[in-house]
């Protein structure tokens, strides 16, 4: 079952051109399934071309949606960035912003769609490269987003933020929570 949970700006940011950011999780078939939909007047972001697939780092200073998972109760956690270009990247933490060596088994699958008025964001990341848990342990997530203008500036997007400046690796961020072993417990 897929659920639904609107991102917030950041409310120290300037208003975008943004009617509705909406994001979408289930977990399916051995992946973890996101969706991404922002709406409003896209002309006025700058959204990265498709190009080939591939990992780049820096993603998030451009328009980029990005995911934060953890295990319930352990301190490490994983960052994943998803660019509408198809480009994406992946770094582990053994703790707050403390980056630790990772590399990703399998890329995660990356499709877009865009309209004039509509962006949607279809990732799929392979059950694989979630952090390792017990089988009763679950999974945290946080969903957040960068989107730039046209003019450079960017916005902050989340479930929930804090009132200080946007930190998307803060784990009182990480409110949504899943067990795929448990398909009841979202």
Request: hydrophobic residues 40%; glycine residues 4%; charged residues 20%.
């Amino acid at each position: 079952m897929i659920h639904d949970y609107t991102m917030l700006r950041h409310p120290s940011n300037e208003p975008v051109s943004v009617d509705g950011f909406l994001v979408r999780f289930e977990f399916i078939d051995d992946y973890l399934h996101l969706q991404y939909e922002l709406t409003g007047e896209l002309s006025t972001l700058n959204i990265p071309a498709v190009q080939a697939p591939c990992a780049v780092d820096g993603l998030w200073k451009h328009t980029c949606f990005e995911a934060f998972i953890a295990v319930n109760g352990e301190e490490g956690y994983y960052e994943l960035n998803f660019s509408p270009s198809s480009t994406w990247a992946a770094y582990a933490f053994s703790g707050y912003r403390s980056r630790s060596a990772w590399t990703i088994n399998k890329a995660p699958i990356i499709r877009c769609a865009q309209t004039k008025e509509s962006l949607l964001i279809d990732v799929l990341i392979a059950a694989v490269d979630l952090p390792l848990k017990q089988i009763e342990q679950s999974f945290q997530l946080g969903l957040t987003a960068v989107i730039e203008t046209n003019e450079g500036e960017l916005s902050y997007w989340a479930l929930q933020h804090s009132d200080s400046a946007p930190d998307f690796h803060q784990r009182q961020h990480f409110i949504l929570s899943f067990n795929p072993n448990n398909p009841q417990e979202l």
